[in-house]
């Protein structure tokens, strides 16, 4: 258990909609970061949030987007769904944006897009 | 750019032989290094990192990794393999430098046979 929790655990879209998913972060964590995962890769970076901002993004087009509270809890959507997008939707949280800081990883969202 | 390979997808071991698991990088500058442990159905659960202290790093679970700059490798060995280490495993290397953006591997799946 990493204190990392996500939600949902899996949902299932059509192409063209649009997705919310949920991370709560360890209690003390300041930073987040969201990794897409799909069926036999290793997690690819999406974006990581230190205190509410966006702090540094991979390849990923403008629909992709999040939100980081100031509880540290954070969202991820995505909008016009293409069923590339199907995949495992990990987050992670530490403690701070540092480069070498420990992250824990939720258990992730599976998204399916039909 | 950074990259890792991963030689085999798939490792198998008895129980209690050895655990070599194959990771080389490619870097431009001196890596941070890393190696996870993906159980079904969980999230990434850090085994141990290189930072550029000691060479021969010890994690948890009985894993140990050591940075050879010469070979460009950053091998994940354990003596006795056990049931329980059955997982999936990903090398992931991140620029000490730039940004906190780590890439990883494709991951090699370790299956135990009793």
């Known amino acids: 258990e990493t204190g990392v929790t996500q939600s949902p655990t899996h949902l299932i879209k059509t192409r063209g909609q649009q997705v919310t998913l949920r991370c709560s972060s360890q209690s003390g964590h300041n930073t987040v970061s969201w990794y897409q995962q799909a069926l036999g890769q290793g997690p690819q970076f999406i974006f990581q949030?230190?205190?509410?901002?966006?702090?540094g993004r991979g390849n990923f087009p403008p629909r992709f987007s999040g939100l980081q509270f100031p509880n540290y809890s954070s969202e991820l959507n995505v909008n016009a769904l293409e069923l590339d997008d199907s995949a495992l939707y990990l987050c992670?949280?530490?403690?701070?944006?540092?480069?070498?800081?420990?992250?824990?990883f939720g258990p992730g969202t599976r998204l399916t897009v039909l | 750019a950074q990259s890792v390979t991963q030689l085999g997808s798939h490792v198998s071991v008895s129980e209690g032989a050895l655990v070599l698991l194959r990771c080389n990088y490619s870097s431009s500058v001196p890596p941070y290094l890393f190696w996870y442990v993906q159980y079904p159905n969980q999230g990434l659960q850090l085994l141990l990192k290189y930072t550029s202290a000691a060479t021969l790093v010890k994690g948890i679970n009985g894993f140990e990794a050591e940075f050879k700059k010469s070979e460009t490798s950053f091998h994940l060995t354990k003596p006795s393999a056990h049931m329980s280490d059955a997982a999936e495993y990903f090398c992931a290397v991140s620029d000490p430098g730039g940004s906190y953006i780590p890439t990883f591997g494709r991951g090699t799946s370790l299956i135990v046979h009793p």
């Open positions: 949030y230190y205190r509410e901002e966006e702090n």
């Open positions: 992670a949280s530490s403690v701070t944006s540092g480069r070498t800081d420990t992250q824990y």
